[in-house]
């Protein structure tokens, strides 16, 4: 895994960078993750490693599947990675890249997972506190999960915040222990 992530990072911070020069962050954004989302699918992965099928067609396969998010930069940028049997690493290519765009747009991305619904409140509570606590604009992503207990686990960047009732329980018992 962490192989991987080595490989994809110089062609995330090179798509990056054609990004930002031409001021296309959000664009390149939507299409490398509609591309990670084809990579993943279990039929593209046997296209593309199937030898019956060429780098050229898959690329153009790729190329149908975007439809008018398609440039010539991405078609380039797929067709080196499919040349240089790549094509594998474009989630990881996406995740970096997200990473990077937060970085340049001053924002990060909080994932909380809590026990119930948060209310609006608590989200712009929570909202407010990580913005100042990292210095960034903060977009929340909410899920539910009711083995918490109570309370949230919250993860941004390498922050991550466990106030789940079941995260205080399990840290008493290895203090008692």
């Known amino acids: 895994m962490a ?18 020069q031409k001021g296309e962050l959000k664009a390149w954004s939507d299409l490398l993750a509609l591309f990670a989302q084809c990579v993943a699918d279990p039929k593209m992965q046997s296209i593309i490693s199937s030898p019956a099928i060429s780098d050229e067609q ?12 398609m440039s010539d ?3 380039n940028t797929l067709a080196l990675l499919a040349e240089n049997n790549r094509l594998q690493l474009l989630g990881d290519i996406a995740v970096i890249y997200e990473e990077l765009r ?16 948060l209310t609006v409140k608590q989200e712009k509570d ?6 100042t606590r990292l210095g960034r ?5 909410t899920s539910i999960d009711k083995d918490l ?5 919250i993860r941004a960047g390498d922050l991550i915040i466990d ?10 018992a290895n203090a008692i222990i």
């Open 149 to 153: 207990l109570g309370g949230a686990i």
């Open 163 to 172: 106030g789940s009732a079941l995260g205080k329980l399990n840290r008493l």
């Open 102 to 117: 937060e970085e340049a747009e001053q924002v990060i991305t909080a994932d909380i997972t809590s026990a119930m619904k």
């Open 137 to 141: 604009d903060v977009t929340l992503n």
């Open 126 to 131: 929570i909202s407010a506190a990580l913005k």
């Open 3 to 20: 192989e991987a992530i080595t490989i994809a990072r110089p062609y995330a911070n090179a798509v990056f960078s054609i990004a930002n």
């Open 73 to 75: 930069d991405a078609h």
């Open 58 to 69: 898959v690329v153009t396969l790729m190329a149908d599947i975007a439809g008018e998010l």
